[in-house]
C-alpha cells in the first residue's frame, strides 16, 4: 500500500513513486498536501481501484502519470478542472466505458500531451474535448524541438523534470526529462468507433499521434494534412476505407507513417 506519511509534507511539490510494487487504492489526497503539488507519478505499480477525486484539487498540478497499473474506472473528466495540467499519462489500466462531452470549454485548456492507451474505452474519439485541447493547436517554427535530436544528443533545455515514455515512430521513446514542446495524442489499443473527425486538423502543434488498434471507420479526414509539425502518424489496425489524403504530402516533418492493416485503398499521394 501507499503509505500516508507523504501527508505531512505539506511544502512537497513532487510524489514520484513510480517502478514500485504498490498495491491497492490509491489513497485521497489531502488539502494540506494539494497546495504545492506539481507532479505525480504512481506508473509502473499494481494499483487498483478508482481515481480519488481529490486529485481535483491539486491546482497547481502539471504532470499526472498513473500508466501502467490496474486502475479501474472510467474517463476522470473531472480532472479537466485542472487549469495547469499538462501531461496526463493513464496508459495500460483499465480505463473503461465511453468518453463523453466536457462540462465546458474550459476542461484542460493547458494539455499537450495525452495517453489513453491500452484501456478499454469504448466509444466515438472525442470531438469535443478535441476542441478543448488549445495548448495543442499553436506551432511556433522558431521553437522547433526535434525529437530525434533530444534523443541522440539529451537536448532538454525548456523541459519539465519528470520522465516518460511513449511509444511512437514504431517503438518506444524514454525522455529523462519531458520536453515542454512536445504535443502528443495516444488512444491507441483500445474500442474507438466512428468516423475520424475532421476537428483533429486543429491542432496543428500535434508531434505525435496513435489511433491504431481500434476499430475506426469512414475515411482518413484530409485535414489531417493541416498537422503541418507531425512527425509519427500511426493510423494501423483499424478499417479505414478509401484513398489516402494527398495533403498528407504537405507533412515534411512526418517520418513515421503507418497505415498497415487498414481497408484504405490506392493513394493519391
Known amino acids: 500500500m501507499i503509505p500516508q506519511c507523504f501527508e505531512k509534507l505539506r511544502a512537497l511539490q513532487i510524489l514520484k ?13 489531502g488539502s494540506n498536501i494539494c497546495f504545492n503539488l506539481e507532479a505525480i507519478d504512481l506508473s509502473y ?9 481529490s486529485i481535483a484539487n491539486c491546482t497547481e498540478l502539471m504532470f499526472l502519470n498513473l500508466g501502467n497499473n490496474q486502475i479501474s474506472d472510467t474517463f476522470p473528466s473531472w480532472l479537466g478542472t485542472l487549469q495547469q495540467l499538462k501531461v496526463l499519462i493513464l496508459r495500460s489500466n483499465a480505463f473503461h466505458g465511453i468518453i463523453g462531452k466536457p462540462a465546458s470549454s474550459h476542461e484542460f485548456p493547458e494539455l499537450s500531451i495525452i495517453d489513453l492507451s491500452s484501456n478499454d474505452f469504448s466509444s ?8 478543448n485541447w488549445n495548448a495543442m493547436k499553436s506551432v511556433d517554427a522558431n521553437e522547433q524541438i526535434y525529437i530525434q535530436n533530444m534523443i541522440i544528443f539529451r537536448i532538454y533545455i525548456d523541459s519539465y523534470d519528470y520522465p516518460i515514455t511513449v511509444f511512437s515512430k514504431g517503438g518506444e521513446l524514454k525522455y529523462f526529462k519531458t520536453p515542454y514542446l512536445l504535443r ?18 486543429n491542432l496543428r502543434g500535434l508531434h505525435l499521434l496513435n489511433l491504431s488498434n481500434n476499430t475506426l471507420t469512414g475515411l482518413i479526414p484530409s485535414s489531417l494534412g493541416n498537422l503541418s509539425a507531425l512527425e509519427s502518424l500511426d493510423l494501423s489496425q483499424n478499417q479505414l476505407s478509401g484513398k489516402i489524403p494527398s495533403e498528407l504530402a504537405q507533412l515534411t516533418f512526418l517520418a513515421y507513417f503507418n497505415v498497415t492493416h487498414i481497408h484504405s485503398t490506392r493513394s493519391t499521394i
Open 45 to 53: 505499480n499494481q494499483l487498483q481501484g478508482k481515481l480519488p477525486r
Open 184 to 201: 502528443l495524442v495516444d488512444i491507441s489499443s483500445n474500442r474507438f468507433h466512428g468516423e475520424i473527425p475532421g476537428i483533429i486538423g
Open 124 to 131: 466515438m474519439l472525442p470531438s469535443d474535448y478535441l476542441e
Open 17 to 29: 513513486l513510480q517502478n514500485n510494487s504498490f498495491h491497492g487504492d490509491i489513497p485521497r489526497i
